[in-house]
């Protein structure tokens, strides 16, 4: 059964760049079935999708994010990454990892999430 | 970017009832639409794919129904792990978006 692990740190400065990594167990990222996507909620607040990568290296980012955000595939390491540059308070969430079945059009297994506040 | 409305945002119930959720969207999406649920400090749980089926392991007193632009979350009798709250998402186009989710709660 597949598990996800978001990885980084839970604070980050003011106009710095946020880094995540999530690391996959009992699948392999270059399966043709998926794509691997982030997701953020901020606190109390609903779901927002970030941006999905196919193992080709293919992506897809929310509009609203784009010129902050970039997600790349370590296929060694069987792990994808997340960074947003320029971050501010409104950056502040729960990140999720997920994988996104391309036949179930749907997010089908998620990370626990990982929390990242903007402070200084 | 397709928009997704969902109704109500609460909904109050009580164990052994029917929950009717709505969600609507902005302009068709087929039937590429999902439902999760997510419980206090955990992960969304996909339970519904294409706008009716459900995933493995989702009991069956949750079904989706709907196409085009409207659809249908309904849990037949509410079990206390229910209480949640519940998005719906689509994947017609690109950006993926989720509706502002709906809270059933005792």
């Known amino acids: 059964q597949v598990q996800l692990q978001e990885s980084g740190p839970g604070l980050v400065k003011p106009s710095e760049t946020l880094s995540l990594t999530c690391t996959i167990s009992?699948?392999?990222?270059?399966?043709?079935?998926?794509?691997w996507g982030w997701i953020r909620q901020p606190p109390g607040k609903g779901l927002e999708w970030i941006g999905s990568?196919?193992?080709?290296?293919?992506?897809y980012y929310n509009p609203s994010l784009k010129s902050r955000v970039s997600i790349s595939v370590d296929t060694s390491k069987n792990q994808f990454s997340l960074k947003v540059t320029s971050v501010s308070a409104t950056d502040t969430s729960m990140y999720f990892c997920?994988?996104?079945?391309?036949?179930?059009?749907?997010?089908?297994?998620w990370g626990q999430g990982t929390l990242v506040t903007v402070s200084s | 970017e397709i928009v997704l409305t969902q109704s109500p945002v609460t909904l109050s119930l009580s164990p052994g009832e029917r929950a009717t959720l709505s969600c609507r969207a902005s302009?068709?999406?087929?039937?590429?639409l999902a439902w999760y649920q997510q419980r206090p400090g955990q992960a969304p749980r996909l339970l519904i794919y294409?706008?009716?089926n459900r995933a493995t392991g989702i009991p069956a007193r949750f079904s989706g129904s709907g196409s085009g632009t409207d659809f249908t979350l309904t849990i037949s009798s509410l079990e206390p792990e229910d209480f949640a709250v519940y998005y719906c998402q689509q994947r017609s186009n690109w950006p993926l978006t989720f509706g502002g989710g709906t809270k059933v709660e005792i």
């Open positions: 302009q068709s999406v087929s039937t590429y």
């Open positions: 009992g699948d392999s990222i270059s399966s043709s079935y998926y794509y």
């Open positions: 294409d706008a009716s």
């Open positions: 990568i196919f193992s080709s290296g293919n992506t």
């Open positions: 997920a994988r996104q079945n391309r036949q179930l059009a749907a997010f089908d297994s």
